[in-house]
Every structure is written in C-alpha cells, then in structure tokens.
C-alpha cells in the first residue's frame, strides 16, 4: 500500500475509531456509505483482524465467511448484497445476515436477474438457457413472491432494493422508449413502502421522459460509474436525476476497463492500486448535493473501482472533510 494511504485504514483497531465515528454521524444525516459485498479476506489487517477468524492458530477461510460481517458493521452501517442477484434470497439467509448486525445497519439487495436480465447471459451458471429470452423479465408478481415477500422478515434492515439493467441490444428493444414503457408497468404492479432504485447502462436512457417516470412512480435513479457509462460528475449535471425523496448509487469501475479484466488485476484487492481521483470528487459532489437536498443517499463502492473499496469510501471522506462541514458526532 502506498504512504499516502497507509493511514486511512491502519491495522490497529483502535485507529479505525475516527472513521467508524465520521461514518456513524453521516448515517445519522441520512448518508450511508457502504462497500459491494464484504467477505474480502484481501482485508484482513485494515478492516479485519486475523485473530479473529483462526482456528488452531491458522486462519480459517470458513470461519471467516460465516462470521466477517459482524467485523464489518463495527465500521460501516450499510452495505450492498451482490449475492441476490444469482440466486432469490430465502428468509432463513436473511435472518442470518441480520443477525450479525445492529439495528440501524442497512442492506442493498440486488434484485436477481431471473426479473432483469432481458436475455440470460452465455455464462456456465445459466446453462442451456444461456443466450436464450429471459420469459420471466419484469414479472412483478414473480418479483414479489420470492424476492419482496423473504425481506419482509428484515423490513427494518433494507436500505434498497436495486434494480440493475445489463445493456441493451438492438433484439432486445426496437427503442429506449419501449423498455421505459415496460419499466414503468412493472414499478406500478409493486407494493408500496419500499425503496426501489433503478440502474441502466445504456446511455440513451439517460433523458427527462426516463427520469420523469421515474419520480412519478417514486423511485430514485441509482447513479452509478461503470465501465461503459457516462462519468458519474457528468450524470449529476443531467436535469431530473434526482427522481424521488432517496437516492443510490454504485461506484464500481473505471470508464473504458473490462469487468473480469480488473477482477484479475486487482485481487486480493488489499490496497489502492489505481486511485480515481475524479471520481471520488464526484462521490463528494453526490454527497453534498444528497445533504443539501435532505436526500438519504446509500452509495456502495465496489473492490474494482480503485482496487480497495474500505479504503476508497476512507479516501471519500477524508476529501469530504477536506471540503465541507457535515455533521459529526
């Protein structure tokens, strides 16, 4: 790890203190920022004490799985749940994960992509449906039954349900229009009382006629940076973005990098390979705009967005205090 960051996030349990503290008061103002997931052992030594996860003085792996969330909620209030967009989270494992945190710790589930993806993807776990029409794609009432009903047991834990559209093709929409009138279908079948958020990688998406659908149905634009979006700076200058009374976003990649490519390159994801300042002013921009607004704003930062996703929220706040006044505790 290079000098400048050494210090965001030390070994020392006791020198997490003033983050856990200025990430604990920005809660409390409604700013949860949390990472992509969490069972990174590449951060054992910053957020994670190895100590803790041995068995027979040799770190268990297994230990680690089960049990690294309760580490991670004494210094984060939120995090993103990735896993639920494989597969449809069931009560049990969601009991589970409350378990290991308090009561004012908030979770982004992924909505799985048997709702969202248009086409299944060619990849080994869908099998031979792979390539093929997805015949569930916005079915509200499938959306429902197995993905709303099993968070009803952690109602109070759900920061966001997030909603991530893959790119479209040209089979998969003649026009931006046609998925937008089917968006908004879907969103009017929903319940009510949850915190929906959208995100969407085609570009030509991004206009008022999408985001006033948005609002109308009361669910926020999830802002995000993404290999092959636009800049998130950029997409906070879009007129109507702020669609609803919260708001998300997803910090993930660099613009112009390949998903997988960056997964080899950055692992074990333990240090800050390739800072993005730019990106992390924007973060800071989102932030302020979302207090000056009174907009609670959940933002999660994936590992491949700088190398380190703990250490890349530690770099946020750092310019955050740099440059503003939030509330501390």
């Given at each position: 790890?290079?000098?400048?960051?050494?210090?965001?996030?030390?070994?020392?349990?006791?020198a997490?203190?003033?983050?856990?503290q200025?990430?604990a008061?920005l809660a409390?103002?409604?700013i949860?920022?949390?990472t992509?997931s969490w069972k990174y052992p590449?951060?054992l030594g910053?957020?994670?004490?190895?100590?803790?996860?041995?068995f027979?003085s040799?770190?268990?792996e297994?230990?680690?799985?089960?049990?690294?969330?309760?580490?991670?909620?004494?210094?984060?209030q939120a995090?993103?749940?990735d896993?639920t967009?494989y597969h449809?989270?069931t009560e049990?494992?969601?009991?589970?994960?409350?378990a290991h945190?308090?009561a004012?710790?908030?979770f982004s589930f992924?909505v799985?992509d048997?709702?969202?993806?248009?086409?299944?993807?060619p990849?080994p776990?869908?099998?031979e449906r792979?390539?093929?029409?997805n015949?569930?794609f916005?079915n509200a009432?499938?959306?429902?039954?197995e993905?709303?009903?099993?968070?009803e047991?952690i109602?109070e834990?759900?920061g966001l349900?997030?909603?991530?559209?893959?790119?479209?093709?040209?089979?998969?929409?003649?026009?931006?229009?046609?998925f937008?009138?089917?968006?908004?279908r879907?969103l009017?079948e929903?319940p009510?009382g949850?915190?929906?958020?959208?995100?969407?990688?085609?570009r030509?998406l991004?206009?008022?006629?999408?985001f006033?659908?948005l609002a109308?149905?009361g669910?926020a634009?999830?802002?995000?940076?993404?290999?092959?979006?636009i800049a998130?700076?950029?997409?906070?200058?879009?007129?109507?973005?702020?669609?609803t009374?919260?708001?998300?976003?997803?910090?993930l990649?660099?613009p112009?990098?390949?998903?997988?490519?960056?997964?080899?390159?950055?692992?074990p994801?333990?240090?800050?390979?390739?800072p993005?300042p730019?990106a992390r002013?924007a973060a800071?921009?989102?932030?302020?705009?979302?207090?000056?607004r009174?907009?609670?704003?959940?933002?999660?930062f994936?590992?491949?967005?700088?190398g380190?996703s703990?250490?890349?929220i530690?770099?946020?706040v750092?310019?955050?205090?740099?440059?503003?006044g939030?509330?501390e505790?």
């Amino acid at each position: 790890m290079s000098d400048e960051f050494a210090s965001l996030l030390p070994p020392e349990e006791d020198a997490l203190q003033p983050l856990r503290q200025r990430l604990a008061a920005l809660a409390q103002a409604g700013i949860y920022l949390g990472t992509s997931s969490w069972k990174y052992p590449g951060w054992l030594g910053y957020l994670y004490t190895q100590s803790r996860y041995e068995f027979r003085s040799r770190f268990s792996e297994t230990r680690f799985q089960q049990h690294c969330l309760t580490e991670y909620a004494q210094t984060f209030q939120a995090v993103g749940v990735d896993a639920t967009y494989y597969h449809f989270p069931t009560e049990k494992s969601l009991r589970e994960l409350a378990a290991h945190v308090p009561a004012d710790f908030r979770f982004s589930f992924k909505v799985t992509d048997e709702i969202t993806a248009k086409r299944f993807p060619p990849l080994p776990r869908h099998a031979e449906r792979g390539g093929l029409p997805n015949p569930n794609f916005l079915n509200a009432d499938l959306c429902v039954r197995e993905f709303l009903r099993p968070l009803e047991v952690i109602r109070e834990h759900v920061g966001l349900v997030m909603f991530e559209f893959s790119r479209f093709h040209a089979p998969d929409f003649a026009r931006g229009r046609d998925f937008v009138d089917a968006l908004d279908r879907f969103l009017g079948e929903l319940p009510a009382g949850w915190r929906y958020g959208v995100e969407v990688r085609n570009r030509n998406l991004l206009h008022p006629e999408f985001f006033g659908r948005l609002a109308e149905r009361g669910v926020a634009y999830l802002f995000n940076q993404w290999s092959d979006g636009i800049a998130l700076d950029s997409q906070l200058d879009l007129p109507g973005c702020w669609t609803t009374g919260f708001s998300g976003a997803r910090l993930l990649t660099r613009p112009g990098t390949d998903y997988e490519e960056r997964e080899r390159q950055l692992q074990p994801f333990d240090q800050l390979r390739e800072p993005f300042p730019e990106a992390r002013t924007a973060a800071v921009r989102l932030i302020r705009e979302a207090t000056q607004r009174g907009v609670p704003l959940f933002a999660h930062f994936g590992n491949k967005f700088e190398g380190c996703s703990p250490l890349s929220i530690a770099a946020v706040v750092a310019e955050l205090d740099q440059t503003d006044g939030l509330p501390e505790n």
